[in-house]
């Protein structure tokens, strides 16, 4: 393997630790930052998820509250609990865990979430501001890339930035922080032909598709940093990312690994943007 390994538990850690004293400072204020996270039903994975965030977000000081909901949920009892959230002032952040039931509109749920409050920055007046260049809060997944690619010092004026996947979580929003920082950006989708011929341009090249080993070495330009979003669980239990790990450290300048890459750093820009939205309510 040649190539360094992008190390997202040991950058979260520094985050999160970052995160804790600044809720110090701000509980000395008078405000502890207060996150919400609404879950609907008992996926599995899901519920790891919000355990997960809970206790981070209690490892930093802050205030967790967790609003578990059965999987029959109607959805207007569902708008109400966000509603009542919306109006509690010890809660600065509200997090809605998806994927919600089918029986349940995820887009008028995301939009019932106050804006201020919406830590996870899915609102569409959160996209549009951040594809207007004025973010309130960036969504957490791409913003974690962004400290890392900060983190390892990667150029990204000038750069070409290629994304394998254009959800509204993930490939979308980290286009447009991507373009922000001076980078010339390429979206690519399942419609995308010659997949190959897009990623080998990439001189930063982030992957979020869930589709393990989409991209493997061989379309991988030498030298390049390599930001694997995707989670998978193969058959065999075992958890692997998008990026085929081998071929593409053979390769790579940099990659980040999965597990203990971009996942951890979800965690952490989430109790960032919690600690923000608490700390603009000292100047509203
Ligand atoms: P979605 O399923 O919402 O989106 C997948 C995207 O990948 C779509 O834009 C889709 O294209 C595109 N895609 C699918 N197949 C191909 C292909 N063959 N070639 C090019 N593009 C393709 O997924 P998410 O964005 O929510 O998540 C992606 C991955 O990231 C998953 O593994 C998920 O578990 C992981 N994830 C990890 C997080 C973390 O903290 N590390 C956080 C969030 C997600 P189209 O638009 O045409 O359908």
Redesign the pocket.
């Known amino acids: 393997m040649n190539s360094r390994i992008i190390d997202g538990k040991a950058l979260s850690a520094q985050v999160r630790a970052d995160v804790a004293k600044q809720v110090q400072a701000l509980k000395q204020r008078g405000v502890t930052p207060g996150l919400a996270v609404v879950l609907v039903g008992d996926d599995p994975a899901s519920q790891v998820y919000v355990r997960n965030k809970a206790a981070a977000c209690e490892a930093a000081g802050m205030l967790s509250r967790v609003i578990p909901l059965g999987s029959d949920t109607p959805e207007g009892e569902l708008l109400a609990v966000i509603d009542t959230l919306n109006q509690d002032p010890a809660i600065h952040g509200i997090l809605v865990q998806?994927p919600l039931p089918g029986h349940i509109d995820t887009g008028l749920v995301i939009e019932t979430i106050s804006a201020a409050k919406d830590v996870d920055g899915f609102h569409v007046s959160n996209a549009g501001l951040l594809m207007t260049g004025r973010p309130l809060f960036r969504p957490?997944?791409p913003y974690?890339v962004m400290k890392m690619l900060e983190s390892e010092n990667v150029p990204l004026r000038g750069a070409e930035a290629v994304i394998?996947?254009?959800?509204?979580?993930?490939?979308?929003p980290m286009a447009m922080l991507l373009l922000a920082a001076g980078a010339t950006v390429t979206l690519?989708?399942?419609?995308?032909q010659d997949?190959g011929a897009q990623t080998r341009r990439a001189d930063v090249l982030v992957?979020?598709?869930?589709?393990?080993g989409?991209v493997r070495g061989d379309m991988i330009k030498p030298g390049a940093i390599v930001i694997?979003?995707?989670?998978?669980r193969l058959p065999s239990g075992k958890l692997v990312?998008?990026v085929d790990f081998d071929s593409a450290a053979q390769v790579a300048a940099a990659i980040t690994p999965?597990p203990g890459?971009?996942?951890?750093?979800?965690?952490a820009m989430l109790l960032v943007n919690t600690l923000e939205a608490a700390e603009r309510t000292l100047n509203s």
């Open positions: 998806l957490c997944t974690g394998v996947g254009a959800s509204n979580i993930v490939g979308k690519c989708n399942s419609k995308t997949l992957v979020a598709t869930g589709k393990p989409i694997d979003v995707g989670i998978n990312g998008d999965v890459g971009v996942g951890p750093m979800t965690i």
